[in-house]
């Protein structure tokens, strides 16, 4: 049985930092690509950031040079340590690989 599960949300200011967590399962997680998307109420969901099995890494313009995604391969679990957080990065944020999806969690970035 596949699961993501995230951890890590939040709520901090703006110019503070949050890394979140995702723990995966039940699949062959070293050979995936996994990505971190998020959506705020009322828009659509975006693609944040994106690393492949061999670490290749992707960012969406609107978080380059904040957000960075990682992953440990022993561990099943993706990272994504965001700095310089700013009031319209408040979204749920989820992981997510192949078909799967996590639950979310919740960043809110105060002004």
């Known amino acids: 049985q596949v699961q993501l599960v995230e951890s890590g949300g939040g709520l901090v200011q703006a110019g503070g930092s949050l890394r979140l967590s995702c723990a995966a399962s039940g699949f062959m997680f070293s050979i995936r690509t996994m990505y971190w998307f998020r959506q705020s109420p009322g828009k659509q969901r975006e693609l944040v950031a994106s690393v492949t099995g061999d670490g290749s890494t992707s960012y969406a313009d609107s978080v380059k040079g904040r957000f960075t995604i990682s992953r440990d391969n022993a561990k099943n679990t993706v990272y994504l340590q965001m700095n310089s957080l700013k009031p319209e990065d408040t979204a749920v944020y989820y992981c997510?690989?192949?078909?799967?999806w996590g639950q979310g969690t919740q960043v809110t970035v105060s002004s």
């Open positions: 997510q690989a192949y078909t799967w």
